[in-house]
């Protein structure tokens, strides 16, 4: 979504507004990890994403999820990711070498999903890990780029990989028609879920290996 169809220019707006764990809450772990795992529109805006997140954040790296609460018209609490600032959300981008952030984009595709984001490195691999888990990924999609340096997932130390997903997958993920427990309880998911989690993962953990091995070769050479 644009920020035109936005009912609150950003975040510290909707917070003005809205009551907090009734409208929305915050879930969100500081591993002081080499990634943040981001859902700026969980809960039951972009049902779905929480999870996911959640999941791909696994144990090991950082997560943020922002969750829409209302069940009513829950879009109006959307807010796009070149406007989508929270101080929490800064701290963990800015100590943060990548980010990811899952979307979805509704019926905008069937079942592929769309990449984006200024980290090509990382868009590469979880390009190919996306489609050796067997999705159809576009990593040239015609809208939701995620190329602005304003969107948040572009603020981590070496910027970041958007990933939009389209109903009709995030459908095969869940079992039955709940993507989102307001309680905390875990939904049911399927192992389709299970492979796009491992394919992220799969990916972040190539990248951090990358940078890794940068890095020593880049000292080895000062140090020569």
Request: proline share 4%; with cysteine; glycine share 8%.
């Amino acid at each position: 979504m644009g920020s035109h169809r936005d009912v609150f220019p950003d975040v510290p707006a909707l917070k003005s507004r809205l009551k907090e764990k009734r409208d929305f809450r915050i879930r969100l772990r500081d591993r002081g990890a080499f990634a943040t795992i981001v859902s700026p529109h969980g809960g039951y805006i972009e049902e779905g994403t929480s999870a996911l997140a959640r999941a791909c954040a696994g144990p090991d790296f950082n997560f943020f999820d922002f969750q829409g609460l209302r069940t009513e018209n829950p879009s109006e609490l959307h807010v796009t990711s070149t406007h989508f600032r929270d101080p929490d959300l800064m701290k963990l981008l800015n100590a943060s070498e990548v980010a990811v952030s899952i979307h979805g984009m509704g019926d905008e595709d069937d079942i592929t999903i769309w990449l984006g984001g200024l980290n090509k490195e990382l868009k590469e691999s979880m390009l190919k890990a996306l489609r050796e888990q067997g999705f159809s990924v576009n990593p040239d999609s015609p809208r939701h780029r995620g190329e602005s340096k304003l969107n948040f997932v572009n603020m981590a130390k070496q910027k970041g990989v958007q990933i939009e997903l389209p109903n009709n997958l995030l459908k095969t993920m869940f079992v039955g028609s709940s993507r989102f427990a307001r309680t905390g309880r875990h939904v049911k998911t399927t192992p389709i879920f299970d492979k796009f989690v491992k394919a992220v993962r799969q990916a972040v953990h190539a990248e951090k290996r990358r940078q890794k091995k940068l890095k020593a070769a880049t000292s080895d050479v000062s140090n020569g």
